[in-house]
């Protein structure tokens, strides 16, 4: 039998989601008044994409976090044209959003090789200037780690998240009985036979309340934003923090998880979301599951069994709903392929937006180049037809 594919699962013990460096644009090189030469233009300052590097990389390889381009060379008789001064680059990893120091988003990074001028290099003394140099762009920016992972693990505490991921790793993730075994980020990848990879973050545990910043709060929502789509995992058998709290059955938790994540940021809601409804293995769970197939299939019909504050406005519809056991590994191999289809099938449809936005721009621009006599537009019609 092939497998499909595994996890090698990778912990960060130190997880750095943000930093905070000094960037600095080269400065001109001196002109030469005599003979009107011109100084090089100051190396300016780039971030740029890297799909192997995380920011605790960058921290640990650059621990001044300052980033200064050389500076352009004077004009000189035998050179009265200076050369451009080196640029500076700084690598980041991909899904990085760049501000400056007042909160200002300078641009985003989201594929491997994408670039950002942040400082720019002072320009070299020429006639404009008097000849003499100026200097280059000082600015103090903040990198914001957008896209941790392509998938997202939902749940509250003992849910089985950590559990999850060592079954299907060779990595031994720290698991207990007690609530918030997971306080960090865990990052890891799902290889496949064709040697595809999908990244995967298992994320602390959610509580009630996490909008309000209880527990992890904010800092568990916030790298939510930052996957592509979510995996709620829930135990079949409920859910209860503590003997304080009151217990939750499986459809209750679901409830209560969407209605924090709508809390926190309604176009959470929006995210392709499979469900994975672990535990299977404790007795009764089969009955239990076809329990909440049913309750799933027509949510709406038991909201009024909630508490007004706790129903969402709106319920979230899966893609998938796949019953695992991470004791036993049932389930595991078709958890992986939805995983899969459903990122592949949320790729394509993006790709579709995409195209459309770009041919309905190429007609408002037609539209908009065009919109003077009748002959013109129709000419241009039969163009874009040939096309």
Known sequence: MVHCGYVLFRKYGNFIDNLRVFTKGGSGGMGYP?????GGKGGDVWVVAHKKITLKQLKDRYPQKRFVAGGGTNSRINALKGSKGKDCEIPVPVGISVTDENGKIIGELNKEEDRLLVAEGG?????????????????????????IADVGLVGFPNAGKSSLLSQISHAKPEIADYAFTTLKPELGKIMYHDFKQISVADLPGLIEGAHMNKGMGHKFLKHIERTRQLLFVVDISGFQLSSKTKYRTAFETIILLTKELELYKEELQMKPALLAVNKMDLPNAQDKFHELISQLQNPKALLHLFEKNMIPEKTVTFQHIIPISAITGEGIEELKNCIRKSLDEHARQENEAYHKKQLLNLGISDTVSYSEPTLNRA???SKKDVI
Do not use: C, H
Not at 34 to 38: C, M, S, V
Not at 123 to 145: C, E, S, W
């Open 379 to 381: 000419v241009t019609s």
């Open 123 to 147: 320009l070299g003394g020429k006639l404009l200037t008097n000849f003499l140099p100026l200097k280059g762009q000082k600015r103090v920016i903040r990198l914001d780690l957008k896209l």
């Open 34 to 38: 005599r003979l009107g030469g011109e």
